[in-house]
């Protein structure tokens, strides 16, 4: 490198936060937007009608049916799925734009989602948010009283199951208190910008 040439741009780092529904993974995620800079959340497509409220280009990219299978077709995607007869997804061409910015970005996908990216990204960071025990857990579904006992049920198997899966993610944290759970995830973002 030539004297007084700056040193060539860091690349951005990819983190995928994964946690069982109740676990706290969007109030963790807010605290930690409104705590770290430098960072961003991808916008994913789908195929399904913009809401009341929602841009194009924030909220998602809005894409035909005819348009999100041809780029599952042609591999643009890293990870994709089908919920409800609508496709979500994530463009590899997006997330690599971003990286090359500099910027840190930030992927909310299930456990499928996360092996998904790690075979396009094998850099990404995940992170796993899980709640201190199912009983916890449990008790914070039961007070959110948006569930029948019967998805209440669903739901606890499908923690449970994602949670015997926390080994396969680079990083865990246990979300005891929201605040706890911000500052150790903001040092794992903070040590991985350090390292990469």
């Known amino acids: 490198m030539a004297e007084g040439s700056a040193p060539p741009p860091r690349g951005g780092r990819l983190f995928v936060i994964t946690a069982p529904s109740g676990a706290g993974k969007t109030t963790v995620l807010k605290g930690l937007m409104d705590r770290t800079g430098g960072i961003v959340f991808s916008v994913s497509y789908t195929t399904r009608a913009k809401r009341p409220g929602e841009e194009e280009g924030r909220d998602y990219i809005f894409v035909s049916k005819e348009r999100f299978k041809e780029m599952i077709g ?86 449970r199951k994602v949670m015997d899966r926390a080994e396969e ?13 911000v500052e150790e995830l903001a040092g794992i973002i903070e040590q991985a910008r350090e390292t990469g």
């Open 74 to 159: 042609r591999g643009e995607l890293a990870e994709w799925t089908e919920t409800y007869g609508h496709f979500y997804g994530t463009g590899k061409h997006d997330l690599e734009r971003l990286l090359a910015t500099g910027m840190d970005v930030i992927l909310d996908l299930d456990l499928r989602g996360y092996l998904a990216v790690k075979e396009s990204f094998p850099d990404a960071v995940g992170v796993f948010i899980s709640p201190p025990s199912l009983e916890v857990l449990e008790e914070r579904l039961k007070k959110r009283g948006t569930e029948s006992p019967g998805e209440l049920a669903l739901r606890l198997n499908a923690a």
């Open 169 to 181: 993610f680079e990083r865990v944290v246990v979300n005891d208190t929201v605040g706890a759970a």
